[in-house]
């Protein structure tokens, strides 16, 4: 397996092997891998010929009194990862190759960032969009691979990649989730073992919201006031949003199969997000 800190020679192997018409296949990520990321490898593996996996914490995505500064970096146990699952190349550019000190041009998007977590953080998806434009330009993969979990996140990218015609297929891949249920992500080793336990209120709100809505219930206010009675209840947690959305990212007065029931929650001063496309099998 490769690793790879230049785009001039990321470019040049990109080449290569498309001269051997290798499918390439792309995992964005900022590092800090998990098993989350490791299932998008394996389904790019099974996917495409050659896996390219980008890793870099993007500085433009993150707000004000964000965690830019403290977001792990563990670039070594991520190279080992990579190559426990079969990835073929790990792409970790300097931030200066990049974006530089002068970088001028970004990639914006209406509407389907003014509800959710875009409205929360302004500017993220701004500086979510700009970069992982500039990685499908530089590594110019057939497939994308990019997880439910930031749901919010991929229905972002997939307008995005028809708006400026990207021939690129992005590929949405399940959230994966520890066996209590938690939805695996980077930011989870910030919680104390305290903040871990409640930490599952997450995807118990959500089990329970998707009951009464199996169960019947379609007006969004109401599951709304249940949760966030639930998500309340536990000390450590403060509640950010519940929402109940269309695939446009717009709220819903009645709910129907494919409204997506999104929420993110703060656990001590960890934020984490969850959701489930209402319809689809419950995964946890």
Request: net charge positive.
């Amino acid at each position: 397996m490769l690793v790879v800190h230049k785009i001039e020679e990321l470019r040049k192997i990109i080449k290569e092997q498309k001269k051997l018409s290798k499918t390439i296949g792309c995992v964005p990520t900022m590092g800090a891998l998990h098993q989350g990321h490791l299932k998008l490898i394996e389904k790019s593996k099974k996917e495409t010929d050659f896996t390219v996996v980008t890793i870099f914490v993007n500085p433009i995505q993150f707000g004000v009194n964000e965690d830019f500064s403290k977001y792990p970096r563990t670039l070594p146990n991520d190279t080992r990862l990579c190559k426990s699952v079969g990835a073929d190349l790990i792409f970790a550019p300097e931030v200066n190759d990049m974006i530089g000190n002068d970088l001028l041009t970004f990639v914006d998007i209406k509407e389907l960032q003014d509800n959710l977590c875009g409205a929360k953080r302004p500017g993220h998806f701004r500086g979510v969009c700009t970069i992982v434009a500039k990685f499908f330009n530089i590594v110019t993969p057939d497939m994308a691979f990019f997880g439910k979990k930031d749901i919010q996140q991929l229905f972002i990218i997939k307008k995005m990649t028809k708006d400026l015609n990207f021939d690129i297929e992005i590929i949405p891949c399940e959230i994966v989730r520890e066996k209590d249920g938690l939805a695996m992500s980077s930011r989870n080793v910030y919680l104390s073992a305290e903040e871990r336990l409640d930490s599952t209120i997450l995807n118990k709100s959500i089990k329970i919201g998707v009951d009464l809505i199996e169960k019947g219930e379609s007006n969004p206010q109401n599951i709304i006031s249940k949760l966030t009675e639930i998500i309340s209840s536990v000390k450590t947690s403060k509640l950010d949003y519940i929402k109940i959305v269309n695939s446009e990212m717009k709220d819903v007065s009645i709910i129907e199969k494919g409204n997506i029931l999104a929420l993110a929650v703060y656990i001590g001063k960890t934020r984490l997000i969850d959701n489930h496309i209402i319809g689809e099998k419950i995964c946890f």
